[in-house]
């Protein structure tokens, strides 16, 4: 009961914006109540006054009313229900729709917010997350159904067993010395279902995260003819996910055939006593008619309320980690008070920062100044720590120890959504969204549905991207596809440094930004940025060392640590590593 209520008590800041929704729901339920109520009273009534004493007058109180008016009463009365239903059920599904999307947001916009590395180390990527936003949340929501069938149905039982013990207190009494052995059953097959739905969940994570594989990596399987090897691995992770599902549906499906079989034993008790006592002269007919119709009545909110209670079990397992992700505290955190990002500054600098990824350590003890406008490359083989770096200034991650700051003030100090503001980036992998080439441009400044149109086209201009769109079908309104997947590599990468340009923030990282290139588009693309990175501070990471031939200051790094510091011509007269590395191009082209 605990987990339910600490489980009720994350979900309830969901639900609570629909309280007033939920209260009417509440009151039209409580009308079905009275309803289902109604009908053995009704019953007995009928039989009472027409089968037994033949009554053309029914006197009830000081009411008097014809006996005609009994069948009446029953469309009268099955279209309150139906209408009460109607508004009872519509409602709350709607809210459960509502409360649902609004979690999911959620979970897009935690895991937005989550630094990299939480990221970088969830086993199953991004398929797992998916599944746990789309999955998992279905299943929340088949929950929260029954959530109301626990509130609605009680008062539907409630009502039912009243009018029971007041035509029959110890027959009803009789009737309920049986249901410790629902309770149990039910209790039984809701504690093995915790155990089996976490892992039903997590084999629902890899199946999901196969499915993203294939579909991300269609080009490559295609290519190496991996189709074969692909299909029967997700045909695996398939096979352990119908495994723990057989294993949750035996336990649901069960309860059912169970506990009918027990009703059915109570059925024949409650025939040879009511039997015994209309021979004996102590109940009537109609009381015999009116409590079996609610008896059997009362096995539908019975059996829903036991069904609930074993759908609850599921609803706290996904529960447990659809909040794990929305509570997780993997994120960069922001200062208490935040303090603005400086606007004249003069310097950037890293005072003997380290980081580590786990146990394995990425940069150890960097320390380097940078000053503003200056043109700083990064080289190094792969694994140096050259992204690590960059990734740091931005704050996708935070130094494992030491400092960055611009000029006395540490990073972690500054806004962060100032300090994202000024700065734009570049990668090898271009990210578009799956929008027009217009609107990926715009999403520099942080909204791509609102922007200046001119300065969209003098961002385009700059980047050597305008012929390649006016020549394109609806032009800046044309869509890239998905990840730009209509578009060309070197289209792609000019739309990107265009954004950049939109963005006009002073530091510029370009992270092996031509590295996927052909020489055709290479030489386009460099015209782009060539002019952004005017009179802006630069961080260039690139493998070609003839990109950076021109930067200020090269910097190598080695295993973490930075080895040489110096222009490119007196970094090639130390014959030191930069001149291996330089070496190594030479004789490969």
Known sequence: ???????????????????????????????????????????????????????????????????????LAFPVLYLVWGLARYVHYRTLIMINERVVGDIRRSCVEQALRLNLSFHAKFDSGSGGLMSRILNDTQVLQTGLNFFGDVLREPLIALALLGWMLWLDWKLTLGLLAFLPVFVLITKQV????????????????????????????????????????????????????????????????????????????LVMGLLIWVIQQVFGGQSSGSDFISFLIAAGQIQNPIKRLQESFVRVQQTLVVSERIFGLIESQDRVRQASTPRAFPENWQKISFDRVSFSYGNDPVLRSVSLEVKRGEVIALVGSSGSGKSTLVNLLERFYDPTSGKISIDEIPLNEI??????????????????????????????????????????????????????ISRIPQDYRAQVGERGGLLSGGEKQRISIARAFYKDAPILILDEATSALDSVSEMEVQKGLNELMEGRTVFVIAHRLSTIRSADRIVVLKQGEIVEIGRHDELLAKQGEYFRFHQIQASAE
Not at 439 to 459: E, M, S, T
Request: glycine content about 6%; aromatic content about 8%.
């Open 1 to 71: 009961m605990n987990r339910v209520l600490e489980t009720l008590g994350k979900i309830w800041p969901y639900i609570r914006p629909y309280s007033s929704k939920l209260l009417l729901a509440f009151f039209f339920g409580g009308i079905i109540s009275l309803c289902n109520a109604a009908l053995p009273v009704l019953g007995k009534l009928l039989f009472q006054n027409v089968f037994e004493e033949r009554n053309s007058v029914i006197t009830l109180g000081s009411l008097q009313f014809s006996v005609w008016v009994l069948p």
């Open 190 to 265: 809701s504690r093995s279902l915790r155990k089996y739905g976490h892992a039903s969940r997590e084999a629902m994570e890899s199946v999901t995260a196969d499915i993203k594989e294939n579909l991300d990596g269609v080009r490559v399987i295609q290519s190496f003819g991996l189709e074969a090897s692909m299909g029967a691995r997700l045909k695996r992770s398939m096979a352990n996910y119908l495994a723990q599902r057989n294993q949750i549906v035996a336990r649901e499906e069960a309860v059912s055939p169970i506990n009918e079989f027990l009703a059915s034993i």
């Open 415 to 468: 806004r962060l959504d100032e300090l994202r503001s000024r700065i734009a980036l570049v990668t090898q992998d271009v990210f578009l969204f799956r929008d027009s080439i217009e609107a990926n441009i715009r999403a520099g400044k942080g909204n791509p549905d609102v922007g200046d149109q001119g300065a969209v086209l003098r961002a385009a201009q700059h980047a050597h991207a305008h012929d390649f």
